[in-house]
């Protein structure tokens, strides 16, 4: 696949990225549902403007980083979130998520990830 990592945190393609969208994105036909997926429990739909997303509930660190997402290629805000999972370890506290974008102005398509690790 043609993923192009811009960092340890975002990738680009103009095909879906991350296993969840490569398995849902186009099946979907709600905004935003919730389902086990590959043993986590992901948000994922035709997509939901990412400061109205779910996701800002979930993490902290999400509600800061979810809302400024913009596109990989074009840089438009004007995105829509299609998928995302988030999750704080029981053990060590630390705080991980996924989620991918899709630009409404270029149809692209832009992951980030997060391991908050110390
Ligand atoms: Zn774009």
Redesign the pocket.
């Known amino acids: 696949m043609d993923v192009e990592y811009l960092s340890d945190s975002r990738a680009r393609s103009t095909h879906p990225i991350l296993s969840a969208t490569r398995h849902f994105y186009g099946k979907d036909t709600e905004p935003c549902i919730i389902s086990d997926f590959e043993y986590q429990q992901w948000y994922h739909g035709t997509g939901v403007s990412p400061k109205d997303h779910p996701g800002n509930e979930l993490l902290r660190v999400l509600k800061s980083h979810l809302p400024g997402s913009r596109?990989?290629?074009?840089?438009?805000d004007d995105?829509l979130v299609i998928a995302l999972q988030g999750c704080v370890h029981p053990m060590s506290g630390d705080a991980y998520y996924d989620y991918e974008i899709v630009?409404k102005?270029?149809?692209?398509f832009t992951s980030y990830s997060y391991a908050e690790n110390d």
């Open positions: 596109c990989g290629y074009c840089e438009s995105v630009c102005q270029c149809g692209k």
